[in-house]
């Protein structure tokens, strides 16, 4: 299927209010997976580029995913805020295989959603047009706090446009983490998972190791992990999990 992303960008909810039909097929851009690889010149190590002045709710929100991911792993760390997160994901990394550590977010995630909102909304809004964009949505207003600032983008294929895309301009995970094995292996692939299962809608999310920016990709059925050139990926030369424990990240 021949498709594109449309350059340019609309406010989140503006086309939610009048495009709330059931498209009859999914718009599937036909974008799959990473194409770019880290830059050989990338040898900084976590150098932030990006300042986050988390408020009330971001701080609460990052606090409750942080005690779920140690609640998952058995691991807990004194830290608190987005620090807090990254130690408990980093020591996942360190004390967990891929699959494991893939196991173990899906586990701290369905501790940090109960079950019966995720069975209700799943009941509620059924795969459709309009679910994909409300998901698009709703993820750039209320996970900014995760992954960074992101917006909405248009889809196009076969002639047919959904506001199915979040762009994340910049990831704050994998910015601090500096690890292209803990995206792929602690929020890449769970979080697919995950969202696939609770909600019935697939997505894909295609990272961008050049400039850390990723896509969401609502609607869009992922590459099997097999077939997922972002597994293969060379890591951050002066990556701390790797300094720290001597492993190929991205494997």
Not at 145 to 162: H, K, N, Q, T
Not at 201 to 216: A, G, K, T, W
Request: some cysteine; overall charge positive; glycine content about 2%.
């Amino acid at each position: 299927m021949d498709a594109k992303f449309l350059s340019h960008s609309r406010s989140p909810f503006s086309t939610l209010s009048h495009r709330r039909h059931t498209c009859k097929s999914v718009c599937t851009p036909s974008i799959h997976a990473v194409l770019t690889r880290p830059s050989q010149n990338i040898i900084q190590e976590a150098r932030k580029t990006s300042v986050y002045n988390d408020k009330w709710f971001d701080l609460i929100a990052i606090n409750h995913l942080s005690k779920s991911v140690q609640a998952a792993t058995g691991l807990r760390n004194s830290m608190s805020g987005y620090e807090s997160l990254v130690e408990a994901a980093r020591v996942a990394s360190q004390k967990f295989n891929p699959i494991q550590q893939r196991e173990v977010v899906i586990d701290a995630l369905e501790r940090a959603f109960p079950r019966p909102i995720l069975y209700l909304i799943r009941t509620l809004m059924p795969p459709s047009k309009f679910a994909r964009e409300y998901f698009a949505a709703f993820t750039t207003v209320f996970f900014a706090w995760l992954v960074g600032p992101c917006e909405v983008r248009e889809s196009e294929a076969d002639g047919r446009r959904e506001m199915n895309v979040v762009h994340i301009k910049k990831c704050r995970f994998l910015e601090e983490t500096n690890c292209v094995g803990m995206c792929t292996n602690l929020c890449k692939i769970p979080s697919q998972t995950f969202i696939k299962d609770s909600f019935g809608i697939p997505v894909n999310m295609v990272p961008n190791f050049e400039d850390m920016s990723c896509q969401m990709i609502f609607g869009q059925e992922p590459l099997a992990v097999a077939d997922d050139p972002a597994l293969n990926q060379p890591c951050y030369k002066l990556c701390k999990a790797k300094q720290k424990h001597s492993t190929k990240c991205s494997t």
